[in-house]
């Protein structure tokens, strides 16, 4: 994923979806949206009533929704070991968040297995990280780093600095951020799903930007707004910074997921959910 300091723009599929975005591009199917608005909003839950997103079974429910997305698959424990190119200019994507070697975030998490575990197989790229930081080169890591990721993600140690950095620098701040504005957990995910893509960096499409041109159009419930209108108003920003990107251009994340929940006045991300992404199914019990 991008980093956020960047001012830079259960289904058996075998190719990662992550791949299939990058094939895909312009296959957007964004123009469905309007048909999944909510029609009874106020009969919707109310943030105060939810549970944030970092309680611990909702927790589990994020990520397995970004893995739906990610990795076409509810297994997100099974993505430490994933890595490949998928061409979007961001070097090697990799990992339970897509860390990539080109946006920093990589070398980040790398730094920090090293600092709590200096003799680990993936410690001596660590000056190719930051040589290649910020292009799409994989000079000094060829042939060998995605088998000796790979190899790395069988140490608990590597997983557990996967899961401090994807907190650090995506899940913390995007839950903040979202009981900052008075969102139930539907919203909260919405913060984090959005981070995840784009990062939290400077231009157009970063997170804060996003949010910046929902508040153009609404007002989250913390500034006295209706929160349903203010997660579509939300949810709108989100679909156009995806089209500004050919590798992010589909939008069904959020037609056919995020919205669907929103239609259902799920603030609360209760279960069963049921949702399709990029035209699978998915069902959480």
Same mark, same amino acid.
């Given at each position: 994923?991008?980093?956020?300091?960047?001012?830079?723009?259960?289904?058996?599929?075998?190719?990662?979806?992550?791949?299939? /975005?990058?094939?895909?591009?312009? +296959?957007?199917?964004?123009?469905?949206?309007?048909?999944? $608005?909510?029609?009874?909003?106020?009969? *919707?839950?109310?943030?105060?009533? @939810? *549970?944030? /997103?970092?309680?611990?079974?909702?927790?589990?429910? *994020?990520?397995?929704?970004?893995?739906?997305?990610?990795?076409?698959?509810?297994? #997100? !424990?099974?993505?430490?070991? %994933?890595?490949?190119?998928?061409?979007?200019?961001?070097?090697?994507?990799?990992?339970?968040?897509?860390? @990539?070697?080109?946006?920093?975030?990589?070398?980040?998490?790398?730094?920090? %297995?090293?600092?709590?575990?200096?003799?680990?197989?993936?410690? !001596? %790229?660590?000056?190719?990280?930051?040589?290649?930081? =910020?292009?799409?080169?994989? +000079?000094?890591?060829?042939?060998?780093?995605?088998?000796? #990721? $790979?190899?790395?993600?069988?140490?608990?140690?590597?997983?557990?600095?996967?899961?401090?950095?994807?907190?650090?620098?995506?899940?913390?701040?995007?839950?903040?951020?979202?009981?900052?504005?008075?969102? &139930?957990?539907? &919203?909260?995910?919405?913060?984090?799903?959005?981070?995840?893509?784009?990062?939290?960096?400077?231009?157009?499409?970063?997170?804060?930007?996003?949010? !910046?041109?929902?508040?153009?159009?609404?007002?989250?419930?913390?500034? =006295?707004?209706?929160?349903?209108?203010?997660?579509?108003?939300? /949810?709108?920003?989100?679909? #156009?910074?995806?089209?500004?990107?050919? *590798?992010? +251009?589909?939008?069904?994340?959020?037609?056919?997921?995020?919205?669907?929940? /929103?239609?259902?006045?799920?603030? @609360?991300?209760?279960?069963?959910?049921? #949702? !399709?992404?990029?035209?699978?199914?998915?069902?959480?019990?």
């Amino acid at each position: 994923m991008r980093n956020p300091n960047d001012t830079t723009t259960t289904n058996p599929v075998l190719t990662s979806r992550r791949t299939l /975005l990058a094939l895909l591009g312009a +296959s957007a199917v964004g123009a469905g949206a309007v048909l999944l $608005r909510p029609a009874h909003a106020s009969a *919707a839950p109310t943030a105060a009533s @939810c *549970a944030g /997103l970092d309680d611990p079974a909702k927790k589990e429910i *994020a990520m397995k929704l970004v893995s739906s997305a990610e990795n076409s698959s509810l297994d #997100w !424990k099974a993505q430490y070991k %994933y890595i490949e190119d998928i061409g979007d200019g961001r070097g090697y994507t990799a990992g339970i968040i897509g860390f @990539c070697s080109g946006t920093g975030d990589m070398l980040d998490l790398v730094q920090l %297995y090293t600092d709590r575990k200096p003799s680990n197989v993936l410690a !001596k %790229y660590l000056p190719a990280l930051r040589r290649v930081n =910020g292009t799409d080169s994989h +000079s000094g890591l060829d042939p060998n780093f995605p088998a000796d #990721w $790979r190899k790395a993600a069988q140490d608990t140690a590597f997983q557990q600095a996967q899961n401090d950095e994807r907190d650090r620098v995506y899940f913390n701040p995007a839950v903040q951020q979202g009981k900052t504005d008075g969102l &139930g957990t539907l &919203g909260q995910f919405t913060y984090y799903d959005a981070i995840v893509m784009h990062g939290d960096g400077d231009d157009a499409t970063s997170f804060r930007n996003i949010r !910046k041109r929902a508040l153009g159009h609404a007002k989250p419930p913390a500034q =006295g707004g209706n929160e349903t209108t203010y997660l579509n108003a939300f /949810l709108d920003a989100r679909v #156009w910074a995806m089209q500004q990107e050919e *590798a992010h +251009s589909d939008t069904t994340r959020v037609d056919t997921e995020q919205r669907v929940f /929103l239609r259902n006045g799920n603030l @609360c991300l209760n279960t069963p959910l049921d #949702w !399709k992404v990029y035209g699978d199914s998915y069902h959480i019990g």
